[in-house]
């Protein structure tokens, strides 16, 4: 019999791994606790290495095509609208913050299908209270009563996973608030427009030729209650620039989402126990200040099927399998989760007066070569080599 993977969570991160795994004759099964699949959220903006995760995963040209408005990031300009930092519409540009606007549902749907295409069994209306993490050259993983190979925690940042087989790693309130909507019709620009202001940013990018998303990102205290959201998002952000005014007021209330951003500072210390394995938010929840999430949860999905699925298909044993995984991953995903955090501190996290105007100034004095170049070491990743089996004499 083939091996058999149980992922827990059917978001971008679970799909992704289930997606892998199965492309390497893994037989896998998604436990997702909500009764129907889909995607909350509005849109994001994928930048060059979640392309390349994506098409990591079998997606072809016409697959890329389909999922949103190619554009890039044309720089940071201040709540007034004047620009930080204007980054010139150049070839290398274009490829150092190259990005896809998306609507988040188009990006589920695909990965959703092709889970599906590869064999893989989705079960929603199955929330996981228990795991048990197994030996990777012992017992097996179960995770609500259903024995497993391998055990993928793709449960979000307040995975019942991690809570269970990682009890001293908890979630934290980042401070922060971000509302998320979709505006009907184009915005006025082409590219990801990013705007920052004292503990506040707003960004919009093109999703469709008809549909612009926009989020706007503030500090508040946490599990505050908003009666009307789209109302206080606009009246947050009134005297912002005349483009942050157009799409909050081309918004309908239904269209707007809002959620409170945690994150795990530090990350687990390891991404694998026994024979489970963490990806995506699970892992390490980082604060949306680089828009990396759902990237780096499409990398750790396609490092699952290659890392894992392909040694461990091939006769390979599990344990150095896991540990390649961890080694791959973990220091990728700190280095990412530190550079969010200084980013927030230097950009949307940043309070107000001469802090803004010294931080705007320094930003205008950076040469457009140094920003492209920090930004091409993060999107530049793309997946690794399948990893060779490491053979040995327990093969599971
Ligand atoms: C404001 C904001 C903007 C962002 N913008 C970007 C961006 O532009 N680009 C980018 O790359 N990233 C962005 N991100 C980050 C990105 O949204 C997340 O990192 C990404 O969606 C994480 O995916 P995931 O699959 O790990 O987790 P999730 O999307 O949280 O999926 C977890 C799944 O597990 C299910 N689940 C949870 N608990 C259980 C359980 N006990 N049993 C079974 N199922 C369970 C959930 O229902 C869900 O389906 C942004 C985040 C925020 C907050």
Redesign the pocket.
Known sequence: MGHTAVV???????LASAVSLARTGWQVTV????PEPGEV?AG??MTPN?VAAFRGLGFEDADVAALGHPTWGSGIRDLEGRPVLALPDTPVVRRSVGLIGVHRRRLHAALHRRALACGVEIVTG???TTVEAGEPEGAPAVVEGREADVVVG????RS?VRAALFPASHPVYSGYS?W?GIAPGASGYTTLQQYWGPHAEFGTVRVADDETYW?G?VAMPGRTVIGDELAAARARFAGWASPVQQVLAATPPEAVLR?D?HHLPGGLPRYTTGRVVMV???AHGTL?TM?????T?LEDGCCAGLLIGAPVAGGGRLAPALEAFDAARRPRRRALARASVASGRFGSHLGGGWRQTLRNTVVRLTPAGAITRGSRAVTGWTPPEPAPPVLGTAAR
């Open positions: 827990v969570g059917a978001g971008v991160a679970g436990l997702e606790r909500s959220g994001l903006a979640a199955t929330p996981v793709a449960d979000g940042v019942a971000s998320r989020y990102y959620h951003v995506g938010d699970a949306p828009g990396q999430g759902a990237a949860a």
